[in-house]
């Protein structure tokens, strides 16, 4: 795409044309591989010995709401936004699932459990969960890069919050169908509830740090949602004067959003 083309929309444009045909074969043997290993991470955290997972599902049938997509490990359905922040906490809760180094993050940890909420509601096949699985947790490692996981350690984020939340829209948005010009919204409208801090390290509980995993898959799912249901929103959310460079990192590496 040429260079007049604002970087998020060439982003968006790629997030709407991705198939699995287009992930080479190793890459979709070893993401089924990391599915295994956040689902054996999320049903270990499924423990009601676990402090933030007992008050979570209470927390999820006190909301009640319509009953479309499962908490892991409880056989209770809710909403499919409150099953991304149920479950999405309970994706890091053990600090044993996959986690990327380079990015410093726990992509899988948020992207397993949005894409098990949202394909469960739309009923999508295990194929298009597979795709919106693996094209989140690109997303969020590139906008890692883009934004710089140091940078964002050093002002108080926690990357797998920040940058979970972006991922999670595209994983979402996938499940979605959503088109290029709604995806642009769907990530605007997760820079906008993007958050997540380090805070959690004076937390003796726990309960608040697998909590910003939690947050990204809630955050992006509604992102995503809303932006299928024609809300309005930021559509060139690394661009501009209030883009995300600026409000998460000061460090700008654009190319690393749609580099090779």
């Known amino acids: 795409m040429g260079g007049s083309i604002p970087i998020s929309t060439q982003l968006a444009d790629r997030l ?52 479309e997509s499962s908490l892991v490990g409880q056989r209770v359905k809710t909403s499919c936004v409150n099953a991304a922040l149920v479950n999405g906490t309970l994706g890091y809760y053990c600090d044993i699932e996959p986690h990327h180094v380079g990015g410093i993050l726990h992509a899988p940890a948020v992207m397993v459990p949005t894409s098990l909420a949202v394909a469960e509601k739309e009923g999508r096949t295990g194929r298009k969960f597979l795709e919106a699985m693996i094209l989140g947790i690109e997303v969020t490692c590139r906008v890692s890069y883009a934004l710089s996981p140091v940078a964002l350690y050093n002002r108080g984020f926690h990357p797998s919050a920040i940058c979970g939340a972006f991922g999670a829209a595209a994983a979402a948005g996938h499940l979605f169908r959503l088109n290029g010009a709604r995806f642009g919204i769907a990530l605007g409208l997760a820079m906008q509830q993007a958050s997540g801090l380090l805070a959690w390290a004076s937390d003796h509980t726990e309960n608040s740090r697998p909590f910003n995993p939690g947050l990204a898959a809630r955050n992006g799912t509604t992102a995503a949602y809303l932006a299928s249901l024609g809300f309005g929103g930021p559509p060139t959310p690394f661009e501009g004067k209030y883009d995300a460079f600026t409000a998460f990192s000061g460090e700008r590496h654009p190319e690393a959003l749609v580099a090779n």
Do not use: Q, W
């Open 16 to 67: 709407a044309k991705f198939r699995l045909r287009d992930v080479p074969g190793e890459v979709v043997c070893h993401a089924k591989l990391i599915l295994l290993d956040t689902i054996g991470a999320m049903l270990a955290a499924s423990n009601p010995k676990y402090s933030a997972t007992r008050v979570l599902v209470d927390f999820a049938k006190r909301l009640g709401g319509r009953p």
